[in-house]
C-alpha cells in the first residue's frame, strides 16, 4: 500500500465549488482539473522562493487526485470567528497578501491552462483570486496561509487585493455580511489593508472603479459557469450569489464618496 494512502480519509467541507476533498494524514487529496498542472508549478515556485503560506505540490495519488500538504491551523469558515474580523487580523492578511505577490512576480509559467474568471487591468502576476475566509489559514487568530488555489490565473495585483476586499472589508451590503462583520466600518479597514499592503497612491485612486467592474464580471462569469458547469456552481447561484453581488454593487454605488476619503 502506498505511503500516501494508509491513513482514513476525512472530508473536508467548507467550500462552494469543490467535491470531494479529503484529508489523509497530513495531505489533501483533491480531484484534478485541465489547471491542476499549473497549479502545481506555482506551488512549486512558491516553495523555492521561500514563501509558506502556501501548501506544497505532492503530486498525484493512485485515484487520479492532486495531493497537497495539509496546513495545521483552522479556517475562517462562517460563520466567522472574532478573530478573524479583527483590524489586526486585516493587517496580517494584506502583508501575506503583499508577501504572496512578490513571491510570485517573477514565475513566468510556459504553456499554463488557467481557469476562466474575470479580471481586468495589466497582467502583473499569477493572482490567487479567491481569498474567501474559507481559503485563509489561522494559527492563533493570525492568518498564516492561503488555500484552495484553483481559481489562481494571470491578473494584476489590484483586482487580487480588489477580490479579496471584496469579502474581507467588506465591499458588501450589511444584508449579506458575517453577523460580526455587519457593524464595522468599511472606509477605515480599506485604509488600514492599503497602508498595510503598501498600495500605491495611484492603485488606492483606482481601487474603488476596479472594484465596480469586479462586481460586473463576477455576476457575468458566475453565472455562465453555472449555467455550462453545473455543479457547486448551480447550487452557488441557485443560493442567490447573483444576488448578492448585484446588492454589492449597489452598496458601493451608494457609499463611493465616503469610502474614497479613506484612500487619499
Known sequence: MSIWTEAAEIPLTGGDVTDGVV?????VRRPTRPSTPSVHALLRHLEAAGFDGAPRALGI?????????????????????????????????????????????????????????SNCGPVEVIGHCDITPENVIFRSGVPVA??????AR?????????????????IADPLDRDPLQRTVK????????????????????????????????????????????????????ANGVGQRIRRAAAWLDANEDLLHEHLI
Do not use: N
Request: with cysteine; aromatic share 10%; net charge neutral.
Open 154 to 170: 494571470p491578473t494584476s495585483r489590484l483586482f487580487d487585493i480588489v477580490t479579496t476586499l471584496r469579502h474581507w472589508a467588506p
Open 61 to 117: 495519488d493512485e485515484s487520479g487526485r492532486e495531493i497537497l500538504s495539509y496546513i495545521e491551523g483552522e479556517a475562517a469558515v462562517r460563520p466567522l470567528p472574532a478573530y478573524a474580523v479583527t483590524d489586526a487580523a486585516l493587517v496580517a492578511l494584506a502583508r501575506l497578501l503583499r508577501d504572496y505577490h512578490d513571491a510570485v512576480a517573477d514565475f513566468r509559467p510556459v504553456g499554463a491552462i488557467w481557469e476562466d474568471g
Open 23 to 27: 484529508r489523509v494524514g497530513r495531505t
Open 146 to 151: 492561503f488555500i484552495d488555489f484553483d481559481l
Open 186 to 237: 468599511v472606509g477605515p479597514r480599506l485604509r488600514l489593508f492599503c497602508d498595510a499592503y503598501g498600495l500605491s497612491p495611484a492603485d488606492r485612486l483606482r481601487l474603488l472603479p476596479m472594484a465596480r467592474t469586479r462586481f460586473d464580471q463576477s455576476y457575468l462569469s458566475t453565472r455562465h459557469k453555472a449555467e455550462t458547469l453545473g455543479g457547486g456552481w448551480a447550487t452557488l447561484w
